[in-house]
């Protein structure tokens, strides 16, 4: 990756952008490794096995257990195979970062002293230093307010009169050199929020930077809660990407490159232990079972049944949802309805504004050349050694029921290429089975090593085949 590549959503880029948030749902469903999934296929009917004994030869990781002694705690195994040893020393740039600037907006207070036992940190100790302003949440306050400058609404048409077009156009003008001239309202953020980006250009520099993984306890479900920490991480990428455009415009390109690096750090940084963990865990779903889940699996008649999103539930702590479901039933028989409006947080892009609850904005790419197919697995050996960028799971172009396995995407409609949404809010664009998202200008992918890649939709068209067919 260029080293001035941007790591998230902003100034496009010449390639691909890592985001972590995205990868918690290549997580999910690269957890099925750590042990085999609790229901079986029986000629073609789906029933649920006998509880695994846990041993050497049942299952690869035998401990440490939950207090019941009588489970693995796997989310207690991947805290200690994915931890740093620095993690709580001034080592880790993000403790810097909590230590100055506290709670990051959303988090809610138990799960920030969670967060700060991990780091070694007492959270009654903590005093914020500095303060951060995401530059689209500082433009929809001033938008709002008495300063707004009213002349700004000559460059509109009178139909796009609104706030959130408003802000649209300012955020446009950051995406390309902008000076304090070109945007007056900009001079109060750069002296605002300067502290707090320069502390994170230093803070990416440091040998780790890794946000702990946290749970309320033992027996709770992955509930998505480091999605505020993960969101407002990624909203420095903004501050760093509209800053350094400023600092060229006014001849500071020192100063812009030093900021352009460290989003690309900031993504590297954070990316790190979710690739180091997916690439554990996919090794350890070859060891013990030599292929991938089916993208769904299949009644005695050969019709779906149930997706991969509901054979995953178990890891994610949802053993309660998944045993009120009949898996030998479809996933729209009348008892199996009342489950569609469930929310499972990581099996939906936390940014989406158009998903609601029940819907998914993740699927699989199924078809005779990809790594999924109906009714069976396939083993990852068979695409080659030089498969590593092959893509695993993408967006969907418009959300999905998370029960439907009829709604994952062709192989025919991935290879079509990236549909783009003009407008984050704009309606879904023909073949909603296709890949796409509401991000501007592309999607984001898994991938088989681990990365989560973010693809802009005009990419090389054959480049994304080759990566979905894996060669």
Same mark, same amino acid.
């Given at each position: 990756m260029p080293e001035n590549q941007p790591a998230l959503d902003g100034p496009k880029p010449a390639g691909r952008v890592h985001l972590r948030y995205c990868r918690l749902v290549l997580l999910c469903l690269a957890a099925v490794a750590v042990t085999a999934i609790p229901v079986v296929l029986t000629g073609a009917r789906l029933r649920r096995a006998e509880p695994l004994r846990i041993s050497e030869e049942t299952t690869y990781i035998t401990e440490p257990l939950k207090s019941g002694g009588k489970?693995?705690?796997?989310?207690?195994?991947?805290?200690q195979a994915t931890y740093p040893a620095n993690i709580a020393t001034d080592e880790n740039g993000y403790r810097l970062i909590?230590?100055?600037?506290?709670?990051?907006? %959303?988090a809610e207070p138990a799960h920030f002293a969670a967060i700060c036992q991990q780091l070694g940190l007492a959270p009654e100790s903590i005093r914020p230093e500095v303060t951060y302003r995401d530059p689209h949440d500082f433009l929809t306050v001033y938008v709002d307010g008495e300063e707004f400058d009213k002349t700004l609404l000559d460059r509109v048409r009178p139909e796009k009169r609104s706030r959130r077009k408003l802000v649209e156009m300012l955020e446009d003008k950051l995406a390309r050199p902008w000076t304090v001239?070109?945007?007056?309202?900009?001079?109060?953020?750069?002296?605002?929020n300067g502290p707090a980006l320069d502390l994170m250009v230093r803070a990416v520099r440091q040998p780790t930077f890794h =946000?702990?993984? =946290?749970?309320?306890?033992?027996?709770?479900?992955?509930?998505?809660?480091?999605?505020?920490?993960?969101?407002?991480?990624?909203?420095?990428?903004?501050g760093l990407s509209a800053r350094a455009n400023n600092r060229i415009a006014t001849g500071d390109i020192e100063g812009a490159v030093g900021d352009i690096i460290a989003c690309k750090r900031l993504g590297r940084h954070i990316a790190q232990g979710a690739t180091t963990l997916e690439m554990l865990l996919m090794l350890l779903y070859e060891r013990e079972h030599g292929t991938l889940p089916p993208a769904w699996s299949v009644g005695a008649d050969g019709k779906p049944l149930h997706s991969w999103r509901v054979l995953l539930?178990?890891?994610? %702590?949802?053993?309660?949802?998944?045993?009120?479901?009949?898996?030998?039933?479809?996933?729209?028989?009348?008892?199996?309805?009342?489950?569609?409006?469930?929310?499972?947080?990581?099996?939906?892009?936390?940014?989406?504004?158009?998903a609601g609850p029940g819907e998914t904005t993740y699927s699989v790419v199924v078809g005779p050349d990809m790594p999924f197919e109906a009714g069976e697995g396939k083993r990852l050996a068979d695409f080659g050694p030089h498969s590593d960028d092959m893509i695993l799971l993408v967006e969907r172009a418009e959300p999905a029921c998370w029960m439907d396995p009829t709604r994952e995407v062709p192989q025919r409609a991935a290879e079509e290429g990236i549909r783009e949404h003009a407008e984050p809010l704009a309606p879904a664009?023909?073949?909603?089975?296709?890949?796409?998202?509401?991000?501007?200008?592309?999607?984001?992918?898994?991938?088989?090593? %681990?990365? =989560?890649?973010?693809?802009?939709?005009?990419?090389?068209?054959?480049?994304?085949?080759?990566?979905?067919?894996? =060669?």
């Open positions: 489970q693995v705690d796997y989310f207690a195994a991947l805290q909590v230590r100055a600037l506290g709670k990051s907006p %959303g001239g070109d945007l007056p309202m900009m001079a109060a953020w750069l002296e605002e =946000v702990p993984m =946290v749970r309320e306890h033992e027996d709770a479900p992955l509930d998505g809660a480091a999605m505020s920490d993960l969101n407002y991480l990624r909203s420095f990428v903004h539930l178990p890891y994610l %702590g949802q053993e309660a949802l998944y045993a009120n479901i009949r898996l030998d039933e479809p996933w729209d028989s009348p008892h199996n309805r009342q489950f569609h409006g469930e929310a499972v947080p990581f099996y939906r892009c936390p940014s989406d504004p158009v664009p023909p073949s909603p089975n296709g890949i796409g998202s509401h991000h501007r200008r592309g999607a984001h992918f898994g991938l088989r090593n %681990g990365a =989560v890649e973010f693809l802009w939709a005009d990419n090389d068209l054959e480049e994304l085949r080759a990566m979905l067919r894996g =060669v």
